[in-house]
């Protein structure tokens, strides 16, 4: 399986800036796509955004299209959320997530990194 460790969340004001780091370690080279969801306090956890591991193609949730981009550094095995015009309904534990080739989910999951947007 993969390993995955968040970095970068934080408390900002709304229309601040902020990005994510996810670093993966173990079977790197079977990953397919890396993702972000979030969870919202007393709420689901949902989908942001994921990219292809080669390829680097992105799917984004509308509500942050426009706003957030999505990227990944092939060689550190690592993936960035760069999140602009921050607004109260970013706010959440935001989850990193990996699938590997041949499966049909996110089966890996970081252990999050809170974000929270003061408004």
């Known amino acids: 399986q993969l390993q995955l460790v968040e970095s970068g969340g934080g408390l900002v004001q709304a229309g601040d800036s902020l990005r994510l780091s996810c670093t993966a370690s173990?079977?790197?080279?079977?990953?397919?796509?890396m993702g972000w969801f979030r969870q919202a306090p007393g709420k689901e956890r949902q989908f942001v955004a994921t990219?292809?591991?080669?390829?680097?193609?992105?799917t984004y949730a509308e509500s942050v299209k426009g706003r957030f981009t999505i990227s990944r550094d092939y060689a550190k095995n690592t993936v960035y959320l760069q999140m602009n015009s921050l607004n109260a309904e970013d706010t959440g534990v935001y989850y990193c997530?990996?699938?590997?080739?041949?499966?049909?989910?996110?089966?890996?999951w970081g252990q999050g990194t809170q974000v929270t947007v003061s408004s």
């Open positions: 173990g079977r790197t080279n079977n990953i397919y796509a």
């Open positions: 997530a990996g699938r590997l080739i041949g499966r049909p989910d996110f089966a890996s």
């Open positions: 990219v292809t591991r080669t390829g680097g193609r992105t």
